[in-house]
């Protein structure tokens, strides 16, 4: 099992980055953020569980991100290699990931951090438009769909996430400072850690990081 993170604040385009490079390199891109909302809409026990706390902008608890998490790579087998978007978000999550990698004979291949100023991350939050049908992510300024409130890949209706609220929003930011940010320095120390400066047009940024991935095949093919 191969395990790529995407590490950043909420809107610094993880999800965006990921789901434009995850085919060409090869990897399932898994967002825990869609993978719960799908589970709220659905109505489960971990979206019961979970609904609560992201409304307010806060981390569902670890103990029900863990079993999410764990249920998600147990399902992709032994040879699946991931492109995990918004997990880990606490050091317990990077610890137990790391446990559970050593279990299963995985490697964590390279954790790509998007940093971007506080003033980028608001504004795309805000205005950021959502599928409610295919969860495909769009921006009323950088990035908007063909025809308003119409999803270009579905054909569903776009509507704002109700953690994208400027209140929430504020939360949300603060909550990855205090809980997330850490992981940072934590990968930078097990060398693992690419930083990507993501305030920059989507087009330019998906090829640098995709370059990232295919000078380390071409590397390798050189050996
Ligand atoms: P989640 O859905 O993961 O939200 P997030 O981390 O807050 O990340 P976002 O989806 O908001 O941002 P993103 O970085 O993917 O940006 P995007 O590409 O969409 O999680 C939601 C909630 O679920 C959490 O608050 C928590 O409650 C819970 N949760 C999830 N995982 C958890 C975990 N592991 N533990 C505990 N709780 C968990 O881009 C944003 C906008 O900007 C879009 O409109 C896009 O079009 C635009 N944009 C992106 N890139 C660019 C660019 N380069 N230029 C211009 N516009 C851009």
Not at 87 to 112: D, F, I, M, N
Request: charged share 30%.
């Amino acid at each position: 099992m191969k395990i790529v993170i995407f590490l950043g604040a909420p809107g610094s385009g993880k999800g965006t980055v990921a789901d434009r490079v995850e085919e060409r390199l090869g990897y399932t891109h898994v967002s825990t953020g869609n993978m719960l909302r799908e589970a709220v809409k659905a109505g489960t026990a971990v979206g019961e569980a979970a609904k609560s706390y992201m409304e307010r902008g806060e981390l569902v608890p670890d103990e029900v991100m863990i079993k999410v998490i764990e249920a998600r790579m147990d399902a992709g087998g032994a040879d699946a290699a991931f492109m995990f978007d918004g997990y880990p978000r606490t050091v317990e999550q990077a610890e137990l990931l790391e446990k559970s990698l050593e279990g299963r004979g995985g490697t964590l291949e390279k954790v790509v951090f998007l940093d971007a100023p506080r003033d980028v991350l608001i504004r795309r939050l805000t205005g950021r438009r959502t599928c409610r049908d295919c969860g495909a992510c769009f921006h009323v300024e950088t990035m908007p769909p063909k025809k308003e409130g119409v999803c270009d890949d579905c054909g569903g209706e776009l509507y704002q996430r109700p953690d994208d609220q400027e209140e929430t929003i504020a939360n949300r930011l603060d909550v990855y400072n205090s809980q997330t940010e850490s992981l940072v320095s934590r990968y930078e120390e097990q060398g693992v850690l690419v930083r990507v400066d993501s305030d920059r047009p989507v087009a330019p940024l998906v090829e640098d990081v995709a370059a990232l991935f295919e000078s380390d095949a071409d590397a390798s093919d050189g050996q």
